[in-house]
């Protein structure tokens, strides 16, 4: 069965193609100067075989909610997904919408010059345009109101969203959505992962953006929580509506 992303219906790439490719769990969407369907799906394959190889021999990879030991013998998109979630003390799983992202995303970049990769609200993008990326936080009223502006000179950039009310990610928190903004999208993931999971209320939003700002990979964020904002770091917000 197709997945509805309602968030989608407000993409709109200016210049670019827009295409879907939809593989067992991972669903992108990808914009680029050309079709690249065939590309994008030898590229998912090849990193989710790499994964699901990997699950197979250690399921505790996918269980655990803990951070995972490093594995120099383990392939890519492991390491990648280790290295980024050890940076938060969460589990590796809580980085790979975001790892698949950038990774699906460098390697098509040897195709097109400009490119845009969403899968599942977890984006990697590099244009030679400035972008704005809205910001989808279910029923909360500020939904689809605001947006982050990205600069060419800011990318390649990952910008990747946990939400506590939205979605069928775990999220031990409260949170309507949690953007993230680094250079990679497998930090950004990580990490809004592990800020969502501790904002269990409006009332510590302001303790735990300031120990965001410890973490030199990330370059600002924004949360929501019902009618609240909240937001650091290097990033410009626009209104969108």
């Not at 769990?25 to 100067?33: F, N, P």
């Not at 690249?36 to 250690?58: A, G, N």
């Not at 909610?65 to 280790?82: G, N």
């Amino acid at each position: 069965m197709i997945k509805d992303h309602a968030y989608r219906k407000g993409i709109h790439p200016k210049d670019l193609i827009l295409f879907r490719v939809l593989i067992k769990e991972t669903d992108l969407l990808v914009s680029a100067s050309r079709d690249l369907s065939k590309q994008t799906r030898d590229r998912v394959h090849h990193y989710r075989r790499q994964l699901e190889d990997y699950i197979k021999t250690k399921p505790d990879f996918f269980y655990t909610l803990l951070p995972y030991p490093e594995d120099c013998f383990a392939p890519e998109i492991i390491r990648e997904m280790i290295s980024a979630t050890r940076i938060f003390d969460v589990g590796p799983m809580a980085a790979v919408a975001g790892t698949i992202a950038q990774l699906v995303g460098r390697d098509l970049l040897q195709y097109t010059q400009e490119l845009i990769v969403e899968n599942g609200g977890d984006i990697f993008m590099k244009t030679e345009r400035p972008a704005t990326v809205s910001i989808f936080a279910g029923s909360s009223k500020l939904s689809d109101k605001l947006g982050i502006v990205i600069y060419p000179e800011q990318m390649p950039a990952g910008i990747c969203t946990s939400s506590a009310t939205v979605g069928h990610s775990l999220s031990l928190g409260s949170a309507d959505s949690v953007c993230v903004i680094s250079s990679k999208a497998s930090i950004a993931d990580a990490a809004a992962t592990a800020l969502g999971n501790r904002i269990t209320n409006q009332f510590k939003l302001k303790k735990e953006i300031e120990s965001m700002r410890q973490f030199k990979d990330i370059k600002g964020g924004v949360v929501i929580i019902g009618k609240k904002m909240a937001s650091w770091g290097e990033i410009e917000l626009t209104t969108t509506n």
